[in-house]
Every structure is written in C-alpha cells, then in structure tokens.
C-alpha cells in the first residue's frame, strides 16, 4: 500500500515535498516514482528511483527542478518540488514495482503497477 502526503497550495516559483509511504519487503531491485495527471490530460511520468541506490529518472519538464529521493530508514519516498509553475497543478501520484525494475521500465513511472491515491497540488 502506497500512501501519498504533502500536497496542497503554493505560488508560483515555490516548493513543496512530497512524500510516499509503503508498507512491505523492499530490495535494491525494486523501484518507486511519481506521476502526475492534470484534468483533461494524460499521466505524465515524472520522475523514478532505484530504492536502494543507483539509477534515477527524471523527465525533461522537472529535470532540474524536482529531486526524487528514497529513505530506507523511513520506508519512505520523497519529492522535492522546487521553482514550481502553474503547470505543475495536478494531481500527483506515488508508484511502485516491487520486483526487478529495469530502466527501460523505470522511465515510465505513469505504468509502474501499484500506485497511491495520489495528492493535489494547486500552484497559483
């Protein structure tokens, strides 16, 4: 179970953290990422992450801005959302593959099989 917090209102060029909840047995062969989806448009995979350590993905339109990131202590994923814009709005979601993930798979993050129920983030 994935389990998303974090979201909520921020101005233009502002940050938020996003963070991801999991329960169960995690491995360095495992990997978690965020999507999001505005109203109207399709998912868009953001961002992608070795649990354990190694590869990480980010799309064109966060590289730079967005930093995902993977606590092992906490069981916990996080998404560092900085210089926010207007069309970042939407709704983000948290997803998983808790068995080998390689990275042809981790560069779709939207198709990564077990997701949360995702968290709204409104940049104004």
């Known amino acids: 179970q994935l389990v998303e917090s974090g979201g909520g209102s921020v101005q233009a060029g502002g940050s938020l953290r996003l963070s991801c909840t999991h329960s169960?047995?995690?491995?360095?062969?495992?990997?978690m990422g965020w999507f999001r989806q505005a109203p109207e448009k399709e998912r868009e995979g953001l961002a992608a992450i070795r649990t354990l350590g190694g590869y990480t993905y980010y799309a064109n339109s966060v590289k730079g801005r967005f930093t995902i990131s993977y606590d092992n202590a906490r069981d916990t994923l996080y998404l560092q959302m900085d210089s926010l814009k207007l069309e970042d709005t939407a709704i983000y979601y948290c997803?998983?593959?808790?068995?080998?993930?390689?990275?042809?798979?981790?560069?779709?993050?939207?198709?990564?099989?077990?997701r949360g129920q995702g968290t709204q983030v409104t940049v104004s």
């Open positions: 169960g047995y995690i491995s360095s062969r495992h990997c």
């Open positions: 997803a998983a593959q808790f068995q080998w993930c390689p990275k042809s798979t981790m560069r779709h993050p939207e198709s990564l099989p077990s």
